[in-house]
């Protein structure tokens, strides 16, 4: 357990740690490709945007209702015989457990897995006050008797290896045990029937708690949780109130989802639904004794915030960390305090204290694959976004942070500066396209990429000489170029161009225009994102444009995604119909000039795509890019990873270089095996990632702009 | 989906989860089948071997059948060497060959089984067997759980109820995600179908 605080270079220390630990990898890994195929099976019987949306209204209706529904609940418990306690923080749920367990003179426990206990550090309160605590969930009592955390809210143990959980159980049991899992699992079974049979108390979460009936429901897979409420003489649930639920309907509902978001099953082994206190043949009356302690630790204000409430929706189902591709490559202890994956990035602040959360919140790509799959509906990476603005807002901006908003607030300065650093980097390049020797600014270990230089003649000093307006137009639209194609891939809009020609396109470049903004929310900057966004709705909204279109698929996920709720409050229809008319180059060849403009190539290749995440998901689109690849001539080929991050995520790549690079070379790899020599995608910020890598690595993988393989 | 299909939809998904599944022509053959399972499997390990009460006869403990299937299978049990148990089970820590339950559902979509578990010995039947025997009526299969959630509704309301979903038996994948049976609880669990009368 880290209760220490670290600073940043401990951090990236140990994720370091975690990247050479080959075991973690491999399993890791393993476990990323696995989940993909059992969730995809575990669903196909339904539909999962549907069933999802479900619980996710299921959820939102009991965050709004939580009151009422903690009043209900609590009268039918105690009705029932329940003794109902409300703790308001982690120190008073803890006391009160102890209270109880004095006050039964309850010397052994025996616990059932609860995120909600560890959150609240149960154990070593207990331990602390002389008692036997003894957590029976074997992923849970493996990382128990290692004095770890878990490091998947599902899959405790995940990050072990058979030979370090039978060296554990050798000294356990002072007997050599062999590494072979069907025995180590049976070491548990004996190992813990005693404990089951010793214990005064048994401890255990829930999945669901319903209001109606007063009723438990707990999910378990190995039943464990059956035997910690039916041995002891002593029940204590110890639940958070965002488990409240109106009826067994909506339980039912999400236990249909639950555990197949989880790990692909269709249903736990065992499901278990107490509305106690239950017989219990050694305790006075037969009855056993029951409380329930619910607990708040900042709960109700958080149901009560309009941005932050939906964070009480989550069921935890793990499902943001088995597709997050940080945590594919350093594993749970490295990307959560006690909660784990994209909600742990979130709510660690809240549970744990800023210290904890400051430096956790920033490794993330914002890839979104985490919002594509949670079970509760949540909007993940905003939230993740939005926790990084507010610790920046209450323990001030770094300088570096800092300094972008400013620049970016002022597109003059901010261009200015980018052609100044045309010239100032000449030295560096030696006069090829390429930094050869990064500038100071970089440190050594962003040398896993090549990273291109920025252009002597930016897009927009080129528009003019490379457009004439066109009579009768096809379409009306504005190109948003976005600052790395404007000023590093230039290229790539100039391919456009002729396109565009071919189309009979009418083109406009408003010169106002600036950065989109996500670099600045990247890095915890709302206010200079909200100010660019603005400036960029002002520069487009007279031009008179049927579309506004973009290559760049992070900038159009931005402006159409983002950038109306970051104004909402100072020009919300302006922002409307501009977003409206956002479009990615590949969805307006496709669905507006159609792409029989495109003529197939004389020299087809072995075109692998990498579909940018702020594409597939930020966008919804899959098959228009395809489609121009088709029409493109060449052949393309499906990579499993195709919609796995490239690790670049902007200012994540700087932060966390170690991290971005195992990504991006999980990524390449991908490529490679697949035989292909080209690699298309649809955002600049990829190409750089990606070309940079390939170059460093020296594979034979052309990276390419999907502009930059069409001929019309 | 007519009823034929609910009951192959639902042996289908408990096959899936390694429960094996019995068609049987009756109750009394469902016994038979049960004491022929009881006979066969490996005697039960003892885990609490210093709390042993053991006669060194395997035990079946069967706490929620009528009196007259009871009686039944006490006849088969003294035929063979078992011993019986109705209540108590809370005496054998260490674990019985085999609980037998009479099941109140079946649910189709995941296979699972619901049991009224208010009683201690039912709930420590199931939990602390090594071979867990499930006796459902066909007419008593239903679709989905959401589908029943009238009936789980008057199952959950009364104060002190326990009501179990099981679905195969116990199950880890916590070392290497390996999956392994019997963690804490069956290691095997046989359904046996019964045409209700
Ligand atoms: S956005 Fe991507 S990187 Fe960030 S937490 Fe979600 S899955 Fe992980
Ligand atoms: S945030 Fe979503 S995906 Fe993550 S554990 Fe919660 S419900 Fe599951």
């Known amino acids: 357990m880290i209760e220490k605080k670290e600073s940043l270079k401990e951090y990236k220390d140990r994720l370091d740690t975690a990247l050479e630990n080959d075991f973690l990898r491999t399993a890791m890994d393993n476990f990323a490709v696995a989940y993909r195929t059992s969730r995809r099976n575990a669903f196909s019987e339904m539909d999962v945007d549907a069933v999802i949306r479900d619980v996710a209204a299921v959820k939102a209706d009991a965050v709004k209702n939580n009151e009422h529904l903690l009043d209900q609940f609590s009268k039918k418990a105690v009705e029932n015989g329940i003794q109902v306690h409300m703790a308001e923080t982690a120190k008073d749920a803890n006391r009160i457990i102890a209270q109880i367990a ?20 149960l154990n070593q309160w207990l331990e602390n006050e002389g008692i036997e605590v003894t957590e029976t969930d074997l992923g849970e009592w493996i990382v128990q008797l290692r004095k770890e955390g878990p490091s998947h809210m599902v899959m405790p143990a995940i990050h072990l290896s058979r030979y370090q959980v039978a060296d554990l159980f050798t000294d356990v049991t002072k007997v050599a045990q062999d590494a072979e899992i069907e025995k180590l699992v049976k070491v548990a079974r004996r190992q813990l029937r005693k404990k089951y049979i010793e214990a005064d108390m048994g401890i255990t979460g829930a999945n669901y708690v319903i209001a109606q009936t007063g009723t438990l429901g707990i999910a378990t897979n190995e039943g464990n949780a059956r035997l910690v409420s039916t041995l002891p003489r002593v029940h204590v649930a110890l639940v958070g ?109 809240f549970f744990h204290g800023r210290q904890n959360a400051k430096h956790l919140v920033q490794n993330c790509t914002n890839c979104g694959a985490c919002k594509a799959v949670c079970a509760g509906g949540i909007d993940l990476p905003k939230l993740i976004k939005e926790i990084h603005a507010k610790i920046q807002d209450e ?37 090829t396209p390429y930094l050869r020797h990064l500038p100071m600014i970089f440190s050594k270990e962003h040398n896993f990429r090549i990273l291109p230089a920025i252009t002597q003649k930016p897009f927009r000093d080129r528009f003019k000489t490379l457009y004439t307006p066109v009579k009768k137009p096809s379409c009306k639209i504005a190109l948003f170029s976005g600052c790395v194609q404007d000023f590093v891939y230039p290229e790539q809009l100039e391919a456009a161009m002729k396109l565009f020609k071919q189309a009979n396109v009418s083109v406009e470049f408003p010169f106002d225009q600036s950065c989109c903004g996500l670099p600045a929310l990247m890095m915890g900057e709302k206010d200079a994102a ?30 159409k995604n983002h ?30 000039i159609g792409i029989d403009h495109i003529k197939p190539t004389t020299f087809p290749r072995k075109t692998a795509f990498h579909s940018p995440c702020h594409l597939c998901r930020g966008l919804g689109i899959a098959n228009d890019p395809k489609k121009v690849i088709a029409q493109s001539g060449h052949d393309y080929i499906k990579t499993d990873e195709e919609e796995t991050c490239c690790g670049f995520g902007g200012s994540f790549s700087a932060n966390f270089p170690s991290v971005s690079k195992e990504i991006l070379n999980k990524k390449l790899m991908d490529v490679e095996n697949s035989g292909a020599d080209l690699l298309v995608t649809e955002c600049p910020g990829c190409v750089m990632q990606l070309r940079g890598g390939a170059l460093k690595k020296n594979q034979k993988i052309d990276v390419r702009h999907i502009s930059e393989i069409i001929q019309s | 989906m007519s009823e034929k299909k609910i009951i192959s939809e639902f042996v289908e998904k408990a096959s899936m989860v390694s429960a094996i599944v019995h068609g049987v022509t009756g109750m009394e053959d469902a016994l038979e089948k049960t004491i022929q399972i009881c006979r066969e499997k490996l005697p039960c390990e003892n885990l609490m071997p210093a709390d042993s009460n053991s006669s060194g006869k395997k035990n079946l403990a069967a706490p929620n059948m009528d009196e007259f299937h009871y009686g039944k299978l006490q006849m088969l049990c003294e035929k063979h060497g078992i011993t019986l148990i109705k209540e108590g089970v809370r005496n054998f820590p260490g674990g019985i060959d085999m609980g037998v339950t009479m099941m109140d559902y079946g649910i189709a979509e995941t296979g699972t089984l619901v049991l009224n578990s208010d009683s201690e010995e ?64 069956p290691l095997e669990l046989h359904i046996m179908l019964i045409e209700g009368d």
């Open chain 1, 395 to 431: 323990e001030g901006h770094p300088l570096k942070s800092l300094l972008l908003g400013k620049v970016l607030k002022n597109r003059k300065l901010f261009h200015t500066l980018l052609k100044t650093a045309s010239i100032a980097q000449k030295p560096v390049t030696a006069g």
């Open chain 1, 102 to 121: 004095e006050q039964t003179h309850s010397k052994k426990i025996v616990k059932s897995k609860s995120m909600t206990a560890e959150e609240i550090h």
């Open chain 1, 530 to 559: 909200k100010d660019v966004g603005l400036q960029n709705i002002k520069a487009f909204k007279k031009q008179g444009v049927d579309y506004i279109v973009t290559l760049c698929a992070s900038c159009a996920s931005h402006l």
């Open chain 1, 563 to 592: 950038v109306p709720d970051l104004v909402k409050n100072y020009a919300p229809e302006d922002a409307a119909e501009f977003s409206e008319k956002v479009m990615v180059f590949s969805q307006f060849i496709r669905r507006i």
């Open chain 2, 122 to 185: 039912t709930r420590l039947a199931t939990m602390l067997c090594e071979t867990h025997v499930a006796i459902v009526d066909k007419a008593h299969i239903r679709k989905t759980a959401l589908e029943m959630s009238d009936e789980l509704n008057e199952m959950t309301v009364k104060p002190s109820s326990y009501t179990a979903f099981i679905t195969g038996a116990s199950r880890t994948a916590d070392i290497e995600r390996v999956l392994a049976l019997g963690v804490h609880g």
């Open chain 1, 241 to 349: 109130i965002d488990k409240l639920l109106p009826t067994i309907k909506e339980a039912l509902t999400i236990n249909r989802i639950l555990p197949r978001n989880a790990t692909g099953q269709a249903i736990t082994s065992y499901v278990t639904w107490i509305t106690g206190p239950s017989e219990c043949k050694t305790a006075p009356e037969q009855k056993r004794e029951m409380h329930i302690v619910f607990l708040d630790n900042g709960r109700k204000k958080m149901a009560q915030d309009p941005v932050f409430a939906q964070v009480l929706q989550c069921v935890r189902c793990g499902a943001c960390a088995n597709v997050c591709p940080v945590y594919r490559m350093v594993g749970g202890h490295q990307l959560g305090h006690i909660y784990i994956g994209a909600i742990g990035l979130i709510t660690t602040y």
